[in-house]
Protein backbone atom coordinates (compact mmCIF):
# COMPACT_ATOMS: atom_id res chain seq x y z
CA UNK A 1 0.00 0.00 0.00
CA UNK A 2 1.27 3.18 -1.22
CA UNK A 3 0.85 6.25 1.29
CA UNK A 4 2.19 9.98 0.40
CA UNK A 5 2.39 11.91 3.31
CA UNK A 6 2.63 15.47 3.62
CA UNK A 7 3.76 17.96 5.80
CA UNK A 8 4.35 21.83 6.82
CA UNK A 9 1.66 23.72 6.39
CA UNK A 10 -0.21 26.44 7.96
CA UNK A 11 -0.91 30.46 8.67
CA UNK A 12 1.53 32.36 6.79
CA UNK A 13 1.73 36.60 6.60
CA UNK A 14 0.83 38.14 3.35
CA UNK A 15 5.16 38.36 1.52
CA UNK A 16 6.11 35.33 4.12
CA UNK A 17 7.39 31.94 3.39
CA UNK A 18 6.42 28.45 3.93
CA UNK A 19 7.88 24.56 2.80
CA UNK A 20 5.57 22.12 2.15
CA UNK A 21 6.98 18.69 2.53
CA UNK A 22 6.30 15.07 1.46
CA UNK A 23 7.23 11.89 1.66
CA UNK A 24 6.12 8.35 -0.47
CA UNK A 25 6.22 5.00 1.41
CA UNK A 26 5.18 1.56 0.60
CA UNK A 27 6.89 -1.07 -1.74
CA UNK A 28 7.57 1.73 -4.72
CA UNK A 29 9.81 0.35 -7.50
CA UNK A 30 9.69 3.83 -9.22
CA UNK A 31 8.34 7.25 -8.99
CA UNK A 32 7.88 9.34 -12.54
CA UNK A 33 6.83 12.61 -12.03
CA UNK A 34 6.17 14.36 -8.49
CA UNK A 35 4.01 17.01 -7.73
CA UNK A 36 1.92 20.00 -5.88
CA UNK A 37 -1.73 20.96 -6.94
CA UNK A 38 -4.17 23.27 -4.51
CA UNK A 39 -7.50 24.00 -4.39
CA UNK A 40 -9.31 27.18 -2.94
CA UNK A 41 -12.57 27.05 -2.07
CA UNK A 42 -14.85 26.82 -4.43
CA UNK A 43 -12.18 26.21 -7.39
CA UNK A 44 -11.16 23.26 -9.24
CA UNK A 45 -8.00 21.57 -8.57
CA UNK A 46 -5.00 23.10 -9.96
CA UNK A 47 -1.50 22.44 -10.43
CA UNK A 48 0.92 24.42 -8.80
CA UNK A 49 4.20 22.96 -10.12
CA UNK A 50 5.98 19.45 -11.07
CA UNK A 51 9.39 17.88 -11.70
CA UNK A 52 10.09 14.87 -13.68
CA UNK A 53 12.57 12.11 -13.16
CA UNK A 54 14.94 13.91 -15.06
CA UNK A 55 14.69 16.83 -12.75
CA UNK A 56 12.88 19.01 -15.60
CA UNK A 57 10.52 21.84 -13.87
CA UNK A 58 6.81 22.87 -14.97
CA UNK A 59 5.22 25.88 -12.73
CA UNK A 60 1.77 27.82 -12.77
CA UNK A 61 2.19 31.03 -14.08
CA UNK A 62 0.75 32.26 -11.10
CA UNK A 63 3.77 31.03 -8.82
CA UNK A 64 6.64 31.36 -11.54
CA UNK A 65 9.26 33.34 -9.80
CA UNK A 66 7.98 32.58 -6.37
CA UNK A 67 7.46 28.93 -5.72
CA UNK A 68 10.44 26.59 -6.36
CA UNK A 69 9.62 22.38 -6.11
CA UNK A 70 12.52 20.10 -5.09
CA UNK A 71 12.46 15.78 -5.34
CA UNK A 72 14.52 13.75 -3.19
CA UNK A 73 14.81 10.40 -5.37
CA UNK A 74 16.58 8.74 -2.13
CA UNK A 75 14.14 9.43 -0.01
CA UNK A 76 10.80 9.02 -2.38
CA UNK A 77 10.40 12.37 -1.03
CA UNK A 78 9.40 15.91 -2.21
CA UNK A 79 9.19 19.42 -1.25
CA UNK A 80 7.59 22.85 -2.39
CA UNK A 81 9.48 26.04 -1.18
CA UNK A 82 7.01 28.80 -1.49
CA UNK A 83 8.15 32.63 -1.25
CA UNK A 84 6.35 35.34 -1.62
CA UNK A 85 2.99 34.33 -0.57
CA UNK A 86 -0.02 36.30 -1.50
CA UNK A 87 -3.48 35.97 0.27
CA UNK A 88 -4.25 33.96 -3.19
CA UNK A 89 -2.15 30.98 -2.49
CA UNK A 90 -4.50 30.05 0.59
CA UNK A 91 -5.73 26.82 -0.75
CA UNK A 92 -5.30 23.35 0.04
CA UNK A 93 -1.95 21.56 -1.19
CA UNK A 94 -1.93 17.76 -1.89
CA UNK A 95 1.04 16.39 -3.66
CA UNK A 96 0.77 13.33 -6.09
CA UNK A 97 3.49 11.07 -7.58
CA UNK A 98 3.52 9.23 -10.82
CA UNK A 99 4.92 5.75 -9.20
CA UNK A 100 5.16 1.82 -10.31
CA UNK A 101 4.89 -0.58 -7.74
CA UNK A 102 5.65 -3.54 -10.38
CA UNK A 103 7.91 -1.62 -12.67
CA UNK A 104 5.23 -1.54 -15.64
CA UNK A 105 2.16 0.08 -14.53
CA UNK A 106 2.62 3.68 -13.19
CA UNK A 107 -0.51 4.82 -10.92
CA UNK A 108 -1.14 8.09 -9.68
CA UNK A 109 -1.04 8.77 -6.04
CA UNK A 110 -2.47 11.26 -3.91
CA UNK A 111 -1.57 12.75 -0.39
CA UNK A 112 -4.16 13.71 2.02
CA UNK A 113 -3.55 17.26 1.70
CA UNK A 114 -2.60 20.07 3.66
CA UNK A 115 -3.61 23.79 4.58
CA UNK A 116 -1.86 26.59 3.59
CA UNK A 117 -3.63 30.30 4.65
CA UNK A 118 -1.99 33.50 3.82
CA UNK A 119 -3.20 36.33 5.73
CA UNK A 120 -2.51 39.16 8.36
Known amino acids: QVQLVESGGGLVQPGGSLRLSCAAS????????VGWYRQAPGKERELVAS???????NYADSVKGRFTIFRDNAKNGMSLQMSGLKPEDTAVYYC??????????????WGQGTQVTVSS
Open 96 to 109: TAQLTLDGFVYRHY
Open 26 to 33: GSIRNIAT
Open 51 to 57: IGSSGST
